[in-house]
T-cell receptor, first 115, second 112 residues
Framework: ETGVTQSPTHLIKTRGQQVTLRCSSQ?????VSWYQQALGQGPQFIFQ???????GRGNFPPRFSGLQFPNYSSELNVNALELDDSALYLCASSPISSGGRDEQFFGPGTRLTVL | SQKIEQNSEALNIQEGKTATLTCNYTNYSPAYLQWYRQDPGRGPVFLLL?????KEKRKERLKVTFDTTLKQSLFHITASQPADSATYLC???????????FGAGTRLFVKA
């Protein structure tokens, strides 16, 4: 059983650019959540996907968008990057039928730096 | 607004002692409360979950309490070891499980 994987590991972009981050959920998990974690802070909930539909959203602007694919992998897209978007982006998957209520399995994260 | 507070200062304890971490929340009625461990440069790792109708949950050296009246959870690590040194995150989950709110975490250092 493979765990949650994310790509790329690190990424450097400039202000105004667009970025796509990818996540492969753990086998058998159909719910994926994305989080932004700034240095010294806890993860901030961006949104959750369940069966390819957005299932819940945190306080992030529309330039943060996502997709979930039939194999339950997911993408996070951020448009018009700002300096404050620099953070660790975490993906977490949850087992079928538990949604985010039970344990979430986190990937190692993608470190995004915006210059 | 909804708020979760964890001890912002690092907790330093001696090996073998019990570490107690606090999580307080306001303006929220969580259905579930989770505790995670996070090591530098890595994603959080799930430790324990406690439901709103449960007072206490144990797993090996770990114990979590949940007081919905005080709006507080306590996380205990007994017989602490240097390998327990990490940041511990408290997370609240709503009834539908659609949204999880994390605290900023407490850094624990266990000295040998």
């Amino acid at each position: 059983e493979t765990g949650v994987t994310q790509s790329p590991t690190h990424l450097i972009k400039t202000r105004g650019q667009q970025v796509t981050l990818r996540c492969s959920s753990q086998s058998g998990h159909n719910t994926v959540s994305w989080y932004q974690q700034a240095l010294g802070q806890g993860p901030q909930f961006i949104f959750q996907y369940y069966r390819e539909e957005e299932n819940g959203r945190g306080n992030f602007p529309p330039r943060f968008s996502g997709l979930q694919f039939p194999n339950y992998s997911s993408e996070l897209n951020v448009n018009a990057l700002e300096l404050d978007d620099s953070a660790l982006y975490l993906c977490a998957s949850s087992p079928i039928s538990s949604g985010g209520r039970d344990e979430q399995f986190f990937g190692p994260g993608t470190r995004l730096t915006v210059l | 607004s909804q708020k979760i507070e964890q001890n912002s200062e690092a907790l330093n304890i001696q090996e073998g002692k019990t570490a107690t971490l606090t999580c307080n929340y306001t303006n929220y009625s969580p259905a579930y409360l989770q505790w995670y461990r996070q090591d530098p440069g890595r994603g959080p790792v799930f430790l324990l979950l406690i439901r709103e109708n449960e007072k206490e949950k144990r797993k090996e050296r770990l114990k979590v309490t949940f007081d919905t009246t005080l709006k507080q959870s306590l996380f205990h690590i007994t017989a602490s070891q240097p390998a327990d040194s990490a940041t511990y995150l408290c997370a609240l989950v709503d009834t539908g499980g659609f949204k999880t709110i994390f605290g900023a975490g407490t850094r624990l250092f266990v000295k040998a």
